[in-house]
């Protein structure tokens, strides 16, 4: 940014500025080489400790979480808007869906705490990986930081996939791959197998945020992109258990699949109209989620009451 | 058989050909069980102190790269060979494999099938030298192999009427043939004799075997027909998508649409992205019609 503003004041209008263009242009590229130059793991901040969600931003969203016809906030397509119109929330709780965990897109969204410890090489200290134990749902990730390739395209995926990592000065780079179809709401908007993850940690002393680049070709319109917080805990141990039995609870058909044909969710408007929320609004996906928007659902709901 | 219906039969397999230098990807899938990706449909290779048992064959023009790759996992006697159903991507390889395999009275590895495979290749003129001999009728099979118990259930009008699903209890591996993809619509071949409701009859049948290991998550694990390997939440999602879509269609036609008019409704587009295609050899259409013809024949429920 810095570099832009620069050339600018200093647009060329004499030799003597155009040399001094070149020179901080070279200087700028040579702090950004320095700056972003991938170097050593071991040379990095430390990431590593019981880390606990903070919930000052989307709280309602987070903690409580989704509801029912909740489908803000992503950038769905046609198709994930069609899946969600069928959705029926009784399909989790069929023997073989239950216990199914939030995949790495969505667990972050909701409360979590975690813990990250290091693997090292023992004769030369480098990190290998990073651990990551994930209290919400008991689930277990490992970054990779030796530069091994991702699995091939024929491996099978996980709720939390594969991961390998790369710093960038201070901003670890996470590239995640192989994750398991699940949802980006509880609502019944879908995400796909072919869902990738672009994680960037960056640590301000005992904070950390974490931006979430999600790309999902099957299911989302632009990538879907959220950022979270956490905080560094003073007491260790706070993780979670999550001792999952799926039984049948009451008594139904086996294999059978709950869901509404095309047109028949009933429940399809009811957070719209709960909180009244043009259903457009909520359902239109991308065009939604910039702040632009906002006018417009200004002029949807003065329509609406004008009617 | 019907030209149009054996020509897409044909191309079903040719679809997946891969080129004359076939690119055979093997992958540990767990326990005695590889799986071997690339060469036509997936090849699943059970190895131990018996010998090689060799689940499906590939494409005929890849046999030589998957024979290959079988002896750089083993080099011990392939004794048996077993064909899912008999689409030549899943069995073009037979005689190759077989022709290097020895049973121990000497022959030519056997090649095991439900009974309605050979009677399938006979009418397609399939070599003798490809044919399974080693055939049953029953809906079970099982046999000790590897240190291991060996179970083939056999799941008619599915994807055709000869399928079965394999399964490894030792290594907890299940091998589903085309009961199973990653990569497509279910390929309901009618000519065949094929239909979904068989279909999703299997993938039930795979849901009860299988059991994950942790949160719906590995445990028995899933050789599919074409695609990456699975667990039994990849095989429920699939479960899940096709009997929604054979909901849709049901009721469309109890509202009487015409099968045009059920596809112009384009009632899978939730899916779609995922699974459907617009080129053959299997087109979303095709799957449509499909589901709509086995729900319309004569005698469904």
């Known amino acids: 940014m810095r570099g832009h503003a620069g050339l600018t004041v200093h647009r060329a209008d004499s030799g003597l500025k155009r040399q001094e263009i070149r020179v901080r242009s070279s200087i700028s590229a040579a702090l950004c080489a320095l700056v972003f130059w991938a170097v050593p793991a071991g040379a990095q901040l430390s990431i590593t400790g019981e880390w606990a969600g903070r919930y000052h931003e989307d709280f309602d969203d987070r903690v409580p979480g989704d509801v029912n016809g909740d489908f803000t906030g992503v950038p769905i397509n046609d198709a994930a808007r069609f899946y969600a119109e069928t959705w029926d929330v009784r399909r989790v709780n069929v023997l073989e869906h239950q216990c199914q965990p939030y995949n790495l897109p969505h667990i972050y969204r909701g409360p979590l705490q975690f813990r990250i410890w290091e693997e090292k090489r023992p004769q030369t200290q480098e990190i290998i990986a990073y651990k990551i134990y994930i209290g919400t749902y008991m689930q277990s990730r490992t970054i990779w930081m030796d530069g091994r390739p991702h699995p ?51 640590r301000h002393g005992n904070l950390m945020s974490q931006t979430m680049i999600i790309t999902d070709p099957v299911y989302l319109s632009e990538p879907y992109v959220n ?30 699949v709950p869901h509404y044909l095309p047109g028949e969710n009933p429940f399809l408007e009811e957070w719209a109209n709960t909180f009244g ?24 709901v003065n329509e609406a009451d004008n009617e | 058989m019907n030209k149009t219906i054996r020509g897409l039969v044909l191309a079903l397999g040719l679809g997946f050909a891969p080129h004359a230098a076939a690119q055979v990807e093997t992958l540990h899938v767990q326990g005695n069980v590889y799986m071997l990706a690339g060469a036509g449909g997936n090849i699943a290779v059970q190895i131990g102190e018996d010998g090689v048992l060799v689940v499906d064959s590939g494409n005929r023009e890849a046999s030589d790269a998957v024979l290959a790759a079988i002896r750089r996992l083993s080099d011990g006697p392939i004794r048996w060979i077993i064909n899912t159903h008999a689409h030549e991507d899943h069995t073009g390889g037979n005689e190759t494999i077989s022709q290097a395999g020895l049973t121990l009275n000497g022959n030519p590895a056997a090649i095991i099938a439900h009974e309605e495979v050979p009677t399938r290749m006979v009418a397609a003129d399939r070599p003798i030298t490809e044919w399974p001999l080693n055939t049953f009728f029953e809906d079970r099979r099982d046999f000790y192999f590897n240190g291991e118990a060996i179970f083939l259930y056999h799941h008619p009008r599915a994807h055709t009427d000869g399928d079965i699903v394999v399964y490894f209890r030792g290594s907890d591996v299940l091998v589903s043939g085309d009961l199973f993809m990653t990569t497509t619509y279910p390929v309901i071949d009618a000519a065949y004799d094929g239909g979904v409701r068989g279909f999703i009859d299997g993938m039930n049948n795979m849901i009860d075997i299988a059991v994950p ?45 015409t099968l045009p008019q059920i596809r112009e409704a384009r009632i899978s ?28 024949r004569e005698g469904a429920e």
Request: glycine letters at 8%; a negative charge.
């Open chain 1, 152 to 202: 091939s395209e024929y491996a099978p995926h996980t709720s939390m996939g594969f991961s390998t990592g790369e710093w960038f000065g201070d901003t670890l780079k996470v590239t995640t791959t192989h994750i398991k179809k699940e949802f980006y709401r509880r609502s019944g908007l879908p995400s796909s197998d072919q869902t990738q993850v672009e994680e960037y940690y960056v």
């Open chain 2, 213 to 257: 290991a942790w949160l719906q998550e590995g445990g028995t694990y899933v050789v599919p027909g074409h695609g990456r390997i699975g667990d039994e939440a990849d095989i429920v999602e699939y479960r899940d998508m096709v009997v929604i879509i054979r909901d849709r269609v049901a009721a469309l036609i109890d509202l009487g649409m």
């Open chain 1, 227 to 256: 950022s979270q917080e956490f905080e560094l805990m003073e007491r260790g141990n706070q993780n979670w258990l999550y001792n999952c039995e799926y039984v049948m609870e009451v008594p139904q058909p086996r294999h059978q």
């Open chain 2, 269 to 296: 587009r939730d899916y779609d992205p995922r699974y459907g295609s617009t080129t053959e050899p299997w087109t979303t259409d095709m799957f449509i019609t499909a589901v709509y013809n086995d729900l319309t």
């Open chain 1, 277 to 300: 929320t043009p259903f457009d609004a909520i359902f239109s996906g991308a065009p939604s989620t910039y702040p632009e928007y906002a006018p417009q659902i200004e002029d949807m």
